[in-house]
């Protein structure tokens, strides 16, 4: 997976998530330092319709335009920044 | 919320997202320090099914057993650990 390729596609991911990866809202999930492989199983989840409730309508319609590529690279990107951020 | 009480819950959800907070398999998400409110959306979501995929059904069966009261306390405990773990 391609971090660098990963943040360049993570500036929409920013609104809700952070510039680095900790989330400005509440309800939303911080996602710096996060397991890569659980990142990746997430957002497929979202991608799948397989995740509702909560936010998850939001991340439903975002994954939907994400390919099985752009997904392994997000959460190599996010994996890769420090956890609390900095 | 307690997050006392919250630690005294955790002690099954260790063995799979590690002793603080920060998991022992990739599969599955890091908790320290993850937003409280972000938490309990998603145990609720887990408790009412409406995640499924990756690892979800372990942690439908899990979040079954949990009140409202377990899941705030749970998610008030696990927001105040550090990110990262220490």
């Given amino acids: 997976a391609d971090a660098e390729a990963g943040k360049a596609k993570a500036a929409v991911c920013a609104a809700c998530h952070g510039q680095n990866g900790v989330a400005q809202i509440p309800t939303y999930p911080n996602l710096a330092g996060q397991n890569e492989q659980y990142l990746k199983l997430a957002i497929t ?3 799948n319709k397989q995740r509702s409730g909560g936010q998850a309508a939001i991340m ?3 994954a939907a335009a ?3 590529t752009d997904i392994a690279n997000l959460a190599a990107y996010y994996a890769s920044l420090p956890a609390g951020g900095k």
Avoid: M, N, P, R
Wanted: hydrophobic share 20%; proline share 0%.
């Fill in 45 to 47: 989840a979202y991608k």
């Fill in 60 to 62: 439903q319609g975002q």
């Fill in 66 to 68: 994400l390919s099985e």
